[in-house]
DNA sequence: TCAATATTAGTAACTATTATCAGTATAATT
DNA sequence: AATTATACTGATAATAGTTACTAATATTGA
């Protein structure tokens, strides 16, 4: 039940979440995919990012800044948030695996999964 | 400039925070503080919460679901949503801080703080 | 008591996101 | 190729969370 049906409009959303590090929100998004489709509606990409998610085929990012933002890398990794310039950049870094051990160490409920987010200054914002 | 003046609505809000473990969002501290003060206005419980946590007198904790939470206990410490009730668990856990290190081995900018939060299922949604 | 001004209640405005729906695109079937 | 069923779209309305505005009120210091 509910077949998937093909749409150019998602395959230009996912293509260019996979073409950019930027982290994108939805609105941004939106500005990047009416390049090629001038009339695509906002709600179409909210939809479709949504969609995607849901499939495993994008992240969603809660930054704490109002909207969220897109990751069309799904490969684990982390993030930092620039306080100076607001971007959102990938880190590379060793997996924080183990701190679920550390939470579930003195917890009677499950750990499940954790949202890390780095904040500090992004290399360009630093020589200033 | 901008000297501070008494008001008891801040205090009743502060109050409120202190008072719970249930790390409201705005509209539940509303909720709360209505019982004493039935004519507050929700911009007045926004905009003293806004100054708690200028003040660094409250914590905003951005959970991803829709409306931001506060929490009067600022002693650093994690919390967990619970993805059955969605409710907002403080951890007794060991500190994270040694991550900030982790991030910054191989980042060229600087690392200044984190937001780290669990998912999972608490005590009590475990058993079921 | 009085003046100066920070704060409030009430409401309007704003932003991000979701819902609705008639028309269109896709895909399977004839 | 034509037909049918239905998923998807664009456009717009609606919703939710939060902030901005303003006249009236509360607080504070003189």
Redesign the pocket.
């Known amino acids: ?10 395959e230009s ?1 996912k293509r260019y979440l996979m073409g950019t590090k930027a982290h994108p ?3 941004m998004v939106y500005q990047g995919v009416r390049e090629e ?1 001038p ?13 995607l998610v849901e499939q495993g085929e994008a992240l969603r990012l809660t930054c704490g800044d ?3 933002h897109y990751d069309g890398n799904v490969e684990p990794h982390y993030h930092l948030m620039c306080r100076c310039c607001h971007r959102v950049l990938d880190l590379e870094m060793a997996s924080l695996e183990h701190i679920n051990t550390l939470a579930a160490a003195n917890f009677g409920g499950t750990i499940e999964a954790h949202s890390v987010l780095f904040f500090g200054r992004c290399p360009e914002c630093k020589e200033v």
């Open positions: 039940m509910a077949a998937v049906k093909y749409s150019r409009q998602r959303i929100t939805a609105d489709y009339n695509i509606s906002l709600g179409t990409v909210y939809r479709n990012l949504n969609f109002g909207s969220e």
